[in-house]
């Protein structure tokens, strides 16, 4: 296996094409590892968090809302954007996850990091469980409508498998919860 310098990209020159809201638009001029120039556009993102809120009953609470980059209502898992680079991780999960849900989890687990579309967005989506949930109100964004919805945990496997759930964060840690389920039974029948 070659070493991470064989593939290292250095920036020369960065230009800000867009200045967003939540995206900013780079153009960077790179030297490439074989001492030529390249080009590079990308979209800096602050990071977001999700979670896989599940009940007692091995529901799924998810939730479907229109997105308009789509122009559908997508079913997916609460998540949400940092409010900065620097607010801690868990804490935005548990407030996306109370806002959307009402739901306040008395276990949280972290289950890993998604890189959402690495070859053009810095966006990296901080994922949990959240297990021992207790319900509560709703409190969406002003611009948020949602529809909450549960689903067993194997129906949304299934579903993922069908290709019924495009959303890539609720794939990746659906999956991940249930394959970490998978494990925690087996190791019970082992034991």
Same mark, same amino acid.
């Given at each position: 296996?070659?070493?991470?310098?064989?593939?290292?990209?250095?920036?020369?020159?960065?230009? =800000?094409?867009?200045?967003?809201?939540? =995206?900013?638009?780079?153009?960077?001029?790179?030297?490439?590892?074989?001492?030529?120039?390249?080009?590079?556009?990308?979209?800096?993102?602050?990071?977001?968090?999700?979670?896989?809120?599940?009940?007692?009953?091995?529901?799924?609470?998810?939730?479907?809302?229109?997105?308009?980059?789509?122009?559908?209502?997508?079913?997916?898992?609460?998540?949400?954007?940092?409010?900065?680079?620097?607010?801690?991780?868990?804490?935005?999960?548990?407030?996306?996850?109370?806002?959307?849900?009402?739901?306040?989890?008395?276990?949280?687990?972290?289950?890993?990091?998604?890189?959402?579309?690495?070859?053009?967005?810095?966006? !990296?989506?901080?994922?949990?469980?959240?297990?021992?949930?207790?319900?509560?109100?709703?409190?969406?964004?002003?611009?948020?409508?949602?529809?909450?919805?549960?689903?067993?945990?194997?129906?949304?496997?299934?579903? !993922?498998?069908?290709?019924?759930?495009?959303?890539?964060?609720?794939?990746?840690?659906?999956?991940?919860?249930?394959?970490?389920?998978?494990?925690?039974?087996?190791?019970?029948?082992?034991?």
């Amino acid at each position: 296996m070659k070493d991470e310098s064989y593939f290292k990209e250095t920036q020369r020159d960065s230009q =800000l094409i867009f200045d967003g809201r939540v =995206l900013h638009v780079y153009k960077d001029t790179i030297g490439l590892p074989n001492g030529k120039e390249g080009m590079r556009e990308y979209c800096r993102h602050g990071g977001a968090v999700a979670v896989v809120p599940l009940t007692k009953d091995n529901e799924v609470i998810c939730v479907r809302q229109y997105r308009y980059a789509l122009g559908r209502v997508v079913l997916e898992i609460p998540a949400g954007k940092l409010d900065s680079p620097e607010e801690d991780h868990l804490e935005a999960a548990l407030r996306e996850l109370r806002e959307e849900t009402g739901y306040t989890p008395g276990r949280v687990v972290p289950i890993g990091d998604l890189a959402t579309s690495p070859a053009l967005l810095t966006e !990296i989506i901080y994922m949990y469980l959240a297990e021992d949930l207790t319900p509560g109100e709703v409190d969406p964004d002003e611009d948020e409508f949602l529809e909450i919805v549960h689903i067993p945990l194997e129906e949304m496997v299934d579903m !993922i498998l069908r290709g019924e759930i495009q959303d890539a964060k609720t794939q990746a840690a659906v999956i991940k919860v249930w394959a970490m389920k998978q494990k925690q039974n087996e190791q019970e029948i082992q034991s």
